[in-house]
T-cell receptor
C-alpha cells in the first residue's frame, strides 16, 4: 500500500541555520512527490513537486528537495531558515490516476530567533 | 474572488446535529477533495469527486455525505455529528485527475462538536 512517513513530528532550528525535513515513501511505481507548507490558520501551499527528470527540485521560498529512489526518500532542504518559515510541512505522494494525494503526518518547524 | 473558499471558517455544534461545510472554487476544476486534519494523522481523504454528479469514498468516509450538483461546489455534510468529527476540514481542487497535478487548498473550516 502507498504510504508516506515523516519521521520528525517537531523540529526546532535557529534562525539562519540550515534545515532538512525527512520524508520516506512507499509506492510501487514511479512516485509523484510533493511538499506542502501550512502556515498557522492557513490552507496548504505547494512548495515544490517532483514527477520526472532532475532529482534535485527547486521550489518557492528558497526550498529544494532531492528525490532518492534507492532510499525511497524526498527530503526537503533550505540552506538558511527565516523566522517566517515556522509552519507545518507535509510531504505527499500522488496516488494513481485519480489526482488523490497521500499525506505524511506532518512536521512542525519552530524557528528560534 | 478567484480561488477556493470554504464556509464557515469556524463552527461549533452539538452531538447529533447535522452540519454542512461548504466549498466553492472558481477555476472550474474537475476534481475536488475533502480532507480532515488531525494531530498525528496529517491529512486524510474523506471523499473526492471527479466531476459533477461523480463522487467516491476516500480513506475515512464514515459519517459523512457529499454531493456535487455543480462543478464549482462540493458540500460536505455530517448527518449526525459526533465528537470524533471535531477536526479541521480542508477542501481542495485540481484541474485533472493526474497524480502529478498540484492540488489547491481552501483555508479550512475548524469544526468543534460538543
Amino acid at each position: 500500500a502507498q504510504s508516506v512517513t515523516q519521521p520528525d513530528i517537531h523540529i526546532t532550528v535557529s534562525e539562519g541555520a540550515s534545515l532538512e525535513l525527512r520524508c520516506n515513501y512507499s509506492y510501487g511505481a514511479t512516485p509523484y512527490l510533493f511538499w506542502y507548507v501550512q502556515s498557522p490558520g492557513q490552507g496548504l501551499q505547494l512548495l515544490l513537486k517532483y514527477f520526472s527528470g532532475d532529482t534535485l527540485v527547486q521550489g518557492i521560498k528558497g526550498f529544494e528537495a532531492e528525490f532518492k529512489r534507492s532510499q525511497s526518500s524526498f527530503n526537503l532542504r533550505k540552506p538558511s531558515v527565516h523566522g517566517s518559515d515556522a509552519a507545518e510541512y507535509f510531504c505527499a505522494v500522488g496516488a494513481g490516476n485519480t489526482g488523490k494525494l497521500i499525506f505524511g503526518q506532518g512536521t512542525t518547524l519552530q524557528v528560534k530567533p | 474572488d478567484a480561488g477556493i473558499t470554504q464556509s464557515p471558517r469556524y463552527k461549533i455544534t452539538e452531538t447529533g446535529r447535522q452540519v454542512t461545510l461548504m466549498c466553492h472554487q472558481t477555476w472550474s476544476h474537475s476534481y475536488m477533495f475533502w480532507y480532515r486534519q488531525d494531530l498525528g494523522h496529517g491529512l486524510r481523504l474523506i471523499y473526492y469527486s471527479a466531476a459533477a454528479d461523480i463522487t467516491d469514498k476516500g480513506e475515512v468516509p464514515d459519517g459523512y455525505v457529499v454531493s456535487r450538483s455543480k462543478t464549482e461546489n462540493f458540500p460536505l455534510t455530517l448527518e449526525s455529528a459526533t465528537r470524533s468529527q471535531t477536526s479541521v476540514y480542508f477542501c481542495a481542487s485540481t484541474e485533472r485527475g493526474f497524480s502529478y497535478n498540484e492540488q489547491f487548498f481552501g483555508p479550512g473550516t475548524r469544526l468543534t462538536v460538543l
